[in-house]
């Protein structure tokens, strides 16, 4: 399947959240969706030495690594050695708003330079062959007009070569507000972001911003090549992914007919992990969402948490959590 067509529903890049460990869940979930790393600094890995941030497991395939920076040769470089590891795409972060990274003058502030953007995608699509380089933006910064700015800046990265762009369908406020009021706080604007799709049919745009089920994912499909689901995927991850493969992506089945089964499908990779020494906790923490909504829940979410803290954690804490919960089918 072409990475394009993957690219129909993402799970967004979420610093803290989308590790290996939770990629590993969401894998289980849906074969098809595209899975995005946090961001990583083109500094961490060029300057600080820091390769092991591109440390993933070929069964998370695909897997996009998104970058964060605005030095056009760094972010070449920092390139090179993600595709050296196989990433399946690498994207640039211009919608992250927090001050550490307007201080490194890159994420959301580079909005404001388009003509910076258009330098950095074209010496990372000349380091990354035939591997996709995309973008994931704003509508806009602070008193931009996102009418005005929007067109022009995906105009700039299209001619610099790129060909998929996620649309976080808000503006950041630079000023005042922190990242997380940034994620609630600046109003939605949708039709703008579809009125772009219409504007550039040659730009595989995917939407991102405040959409919570599948049913609103095919809703947004309607106007969109894809969507794009953060905070959602993350807090109930099985509402967003279980039944992605078929509803979404046409396929017969779904890897994991029920939550139970999602559960059990990570047996493997917690056995692996604790028996090179991680910690129980490190997997489960992206796990507590599972049967968010479920008759059962806090159980599960209670001893999942408060099992995965005592020395020595094994598998059987797995065990324990999942008889608290009673459901069968999804
Ligand atoms: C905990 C957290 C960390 C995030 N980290 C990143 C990041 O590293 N890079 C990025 O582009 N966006 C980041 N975001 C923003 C999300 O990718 C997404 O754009 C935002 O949450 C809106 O989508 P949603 O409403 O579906 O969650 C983060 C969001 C959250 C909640």
Redesign the pocket.
């Known amino acids: 399947m072409e990475l394009d067509t993957h690219a129909t529903l993402s799970v ?6 989308t590790d290996r460990h939770c990629r590993a869940f969401h894998r289980v979930m849906s074969r098809r969706t595209l899975l995005y790393t ?2 990583v600094t083109a500094a961490a890995l060029v300057r600080g030495g820091a390769v092991h941030l591109l440390d993933f497991d070929a069964a998370e395939h695909p897997v996009a690594l ?1 970058l964060g920076g605005s030095d056009p040769l760094e972010l070449a470089r920092a390139t090179a050695l993600a595709v050296e590891r196989g990433y399946a795409e690498v994207n640039l ?1 211009v ?2 708003p927090s001050d550490r990274v307007q201080s490194g003058h890159f994420g959301a502030v580079l909005m404001e330079q388009p003509d910076l953007v258009a330098r950095c995608v074209a010496e990372m699509i000349n380091a990354a062959g035939d591997v996709p380089v995309t973008v ?1 933006c704003r509508i806009g910064v602070d008193d931009q007009t996102p009418e005005e700015v929007l067109p022009d800046f995906l105009a700039r990265i299209r001619d610099a070569g790129v060909r998929r762009v996620t649309v ?1 369908a808000r503006k950041a406020w630079l000023q005042g507000l922190s990242p997380k009021e940034n ?1 609630d706080i600046p109003p939605l604007d949708y039709e703008l972001v579809y009125r772009m799709a219409t504007a550039f049919p040659d730009l595989h745009l995917s939407i ?4 919570t089920t599948l049913d609103e994912v095919a809703g947004h499909l309607r106007h969109m090549k894809g969507v ?5 995927a993350y807090h109930d991850p099985a509402a967003i992914l279980m039944r992605a493969d078929t509803r979404i992506f046409g396929a017969e089945s779904d890897p994991c007919p029920t939550r139970h089964d999602a559960v059990l499908a990570m047996v493997p990779h917690i056995e692996a992990h604790l028996d090179a020494g991680g910690k129980l906790g490190q997997v489960t923490r992206h796990m507590l969402g599972t049967f968010a909504g479920q008759p059962g829940a806090r159980g599960w979410r209670r001893t999942l948490s408060e099992g995965a803290t005592r020395p020595g954690a094994g598998i059987d804490v797995l065990h324990e959590a999942l008889s608290c919960v009673t459901e069968a089918a999804a």
Do not use: S, T
Not at 208 to 211: A, R
């Open positions: 967004a890049p979420m610093m803290d959240w946090e961001m998104q972060n919608g992250c994931k976080h994620r991102n911003g405040g959409i794009m689901v953060g905070r959602a």
